[in-house]
């Protein structure tokens, strides 16, 4: 921005360092997605892949995988969707040069950067789940990379990674072509093929990420906004679909945190069920978002805790940032590889990290999300945004998996329910269900909501651990001529203000 960018090249340039700063969450081998406030207009952008051609159930089950889907491994990979999703972005509203969004990455990949403190924890983390993967030949790729004679960095290490700036520069050269159509995709297929992979010439050549009209609900005023499925920002949608039909009195209260939890038991419960690939799903959005269906589930919500079952409607490791500027642009932008380090798969040479997001998919031939070959999984990164009437309000995200919705719906009624500022929304005790009755609580949620909730019939676990609570960010626009940024306690985040 200080060299003449606009929002969208911010956010593009910090995308494209974080597969860097943070390979934890995501990489370049991520998908991405997007809701872009331009001139009075939000634009959504669908940056996820689909399964390779050859990566099929059948398959699958001849190599023994019959009930649930690998997460780490070949099996677990799609075509990667984030480097298509930078070319696009900034073809429609970049301003500055494409390659010298890359600048500052490769900077940080050839003099180094230092280690934050979360990520050098996640990155520890990441080093005990692949250890057991350490003398097969698909993921010598990953140590070599990101663990070097068996060690991770601490904290305030400094890396360098020179072999990302090789990467890199390939990607500001073609314009990401190199990755689907060029030098990077033989050699992605190249390793695909040597080590037991499923990517054919066919699966990169053909992808490109999509533009999409996002969908929305109106929340006491406000417009909440989502991408449609194959992502599960519908999620948080239905349920503050369910919670509009309630009233708060106060945020710290036994009542609140149980009408909350339960819609979102409801409304996720419904989300597992019917988000897919929208070319193959039987349900439509239009009649998970309708009032009449918002209501019936709103009337299952009693005293008591829920066994959550889907209902009927009339007939989805990550980083999360997003941007404003002075002319009104906005960016909501969400990339991730999903499980930390997404499936251990690191193209050589190349520092491409490919994610496990065919793990996503289900293996129920009965399902909408039944694994088939070009299809998209199920989804759980979402970026948020929020309007009033015809004007921005802004950009917001929560990340971290099946946490995404559950953030969501506590920052928009943080904000809208109990008005926070910014900081408030995203520093405030959080909690999410994991499945059935049980939910889990950050300890800086009251004793006596604890026990009140557990009085209800919910199964209360209280974490120590904050880091399984998402990880968000929010940009609100005041005024004309004033924004308000905040960061999530809970990361390594920060607000930059210029």
């Known amino acids: 921005m200080q060299e003449g960018g606009n929002a969208i090249d911010g956010a593009i340039a910090t995308a494209i360092c974080l597969t860097l700063l943070e390979p934890t969450g995501n990489g370049l081998g991520s998908d991405a997605f997007a809701l872009v406030w331009v001139k009075d207009k939000l634009y959504g952008l669908n940056g996820s892949g689909y399964a390779p051609k050859k990566l099929n159930a059948e398959l699958l089950q001849a190599k023994g995988i019959k009930d649930t889907m690998p997460d780490r491994g070949w099996e677990a990979v799609t075509v990667p969707g984030a480097p298509s999703a930078w070319a696009e972005l900034h073809k429609r509203f ?25 990520i050098a924890e996640f990155w520890a983390k990441g080093l005990d789940i692949f250890k057991k993967y350490e003398t097969e030949p698909a993921f ?141 799903m039987k349900t439509k959005v239009k009649d998970m978002l309708s009032e009449e269906y918002a209501a019936t589930r709103r009337f299952l919500i009693g005293n008591e805790a829920l066994q959550p079952l889907p209902g009927t409607p009339f007939s989805g490791g990550t980083v999360y940032l997003c941007t404003a500027d002075n002319e009104g642009n906005m960016v909501s932008f969400i990339q991730s590889n999903f499980q930390g380090f997404g499936s251990g798969i690191v193209v050589p040479k190349y520092a491409i990290s490919l994610n496990d997001r065919a793990s996503g998919f289900s293996l129920d031939p009965t399902s909408d999300d039944y694994i088939l070959p070009g299809k998209k999984p199920y989804h759980t990164i979402i970026p948020g945004f929020l309007t009033k009437g015809d004007e921005a309000v802004g950009p917001f995200g929560v990340m971290g998996g099946f946490m ?27 909690w999410q269900w994991t499945s059935g009755k049980r939910i889990e609580v950050e300890s800086s949620v009251p004793a006596d909501i604890v026990e009140g909730l557990r009085k209800k019939g919910h199964e209360v ?19 004309k001529n004033v924004l308000a940024g905040a960061t999530e306690p809970r990361a390594d985040g920060t607000v930059a203000a210029w």
């Not at 990949?109 to 979360?118: D, I, L, M, T």
């Not at 009408?259 to 597992?272: M, S, Y």
């Not at 920052?411 to 405030?428: E, K, R, S, Y």
């Open 94 to 118: 970049g301003r500055l040069p494409f390659a010298q969004l890359f600048a500052p990455a490769i900077e940080y990949a050839e003099k180094g950067f230092p280690v934050s403190p979360v």
């Open 140 to 280: 010598k790729g990953w140590f070599d990379l990101f663990a070097p004679s068996g060690k991770v960095p601490v904290a305030g290490e400094l890396v360098k990674m020179p072999a990302f700036a090789k990467t890199f520069r390939l990607l500001a050269e073609s314009y990401c072509e190199a990755y689907y159509r060029g030098e990077i995709a033989e050699e992605i297929i190249k390793f695909s093929d040597t080590t037991g992979g499923y990517f054919t010439k066919e699966d990169l050549a053909k992808y490109h990420a999509q533009w999409v009209e996002p969908i929305s609900v109106n929340y006491r005023g406000y417009d909440v906004w989502e991408i449609p499925p194959n992502g599960h920002g519908i999620v948080a949608l239905m349920a503050l679909k369910i919670l509009n039909g309630f009233s708060f009195e106060e945020r710290e209260s036994v009542s609140t945190y149980h009408k909350q939890i339960e819609a979102i038991k409801l409304a996720f419960t419904d989300g597992k069920k019917y988000v897919a690939d929208a070319r193959y």
């Open 404 to 430: 995404q919705p559950q953030g969501h719906v506590q920052v928009v009624t943080n904000t809208i329910d109990f008005m926070m500022n910014p900081q408030a929304a995203l520093d405030a005790p959080r």
């Open 461 to 479: 676990v209280v974490a120590e651990d904050t880091s399984g609570f998402g990880r968000g960010q929010i940009i609100w626009r005041k005024s």
